[in-house]
């Protein structure tokens, strides 16, 4: 147990659907972050949150909109997603200034787009 | 840009077996170095860490030594178990090329047969 949940654990959806991705930290930190991980790559940053706003989207496509409402909270909004999305996605949070940056992840969102 | 290089794997070793897993760096300042490890179906979870040159992080059995003169942070356990199958991720974090980033290197597949 890191102090970061992520739900849903699992989803399946199809191309044409909508669905959002929740991730919650009870760490008191002021940042979060998402990431992607797929089969055989390197985990890929996605998107930043520093104090709720927005400091770093890695050219991510569009389809992929990311929210933090407040320091707890960070979702993620996936529409019309390809099937090449489908991946493990992590979100994690840190304490921003940070010397060390140690982040701390959740167990992450299984996706499968059909 | 900044990057990570581990060896690939998979890696199969024997239970009680010594363990390197190699990592280098490339980094435009001065960077912390971490090992992070992922049991299957979970996150991401910090191993060790290291800040500076010829620090040495620990933890559950697993030493890295940050080497600056070779650029390396190699990854080692003198006696493995079974538990310790997982995947093993080497990143690093750079200040100066920004704060809140971490660069992962592909991970290494480890299965310790008993």
């Known amino acids: 147990e890191t102090g970061v949940t992520q739900t849903p654990r699992h989803l399946v959806m199809g191309m044409t659907n909508k669905k959002s991705l929740k991730c919650e930290q009870h760490l008191g930190h002021n940042a979060m972050y998402w990431y992607k991980q797929s089969a055989k790559k390197p985990l890929e940053l996605m998107f930043v949150y520093s104090l709720e706003e927005r400091v770093e989207n890695n050219s991510v496509p569009s389809r992929f909109s990311p929210e933090c409402p407040n320091s707890s909270h960070l979702f993620l909004h996936l529409h019309t997603l390809q099937p090449e999305d489908s991946a493990l996605y992590l979100c994690?949070?840190?304490?921003?200034?940070?010397?060390?940056?140690?982040?701390?992840f959740g167990p992450g969102t299984r996706l499968t787009v059909l | 840009g900044d990057s990570v290089t581990q060896m690939e794997g998979p890696v199969t070793l024997s239970e009680e077996a010594f363990l390197t897993i190699n990592c280098t760096y490339t980094?435009?300042?001065?960077?912390?170095l971490f090992w992070y490890v992922q049991y299957p179906g979970e996150g991401l979870q910090l191993l060790l860490k290291?800040?500076?040159?010829?620090d040495k992080g620990s933890n559950k059995g697993f030493e890295a030594t940050y080497r600056k003169e070779t650029t390396s942070f190699h990854l080692e356990k003198g006696s493995v178990q079974v538990s310790d199958s997982a995947v093993y991720f080497c990143a690093l974090s750079d200040p100066p090329a920004g704060a809140q980033k971490l660069v992962f290197g592909q991970g290494t597949r480890l299965t310790i047969n008993p």
């Open positions: 290291a800040t500076k040159a010829d």
């Open positions: 980094a435009t300042g001065y960077p912390s």
């Open positions: 994690a949070s840190s304490q921003d200034p940070g010397y060390t940056n140690e982040q701390f």
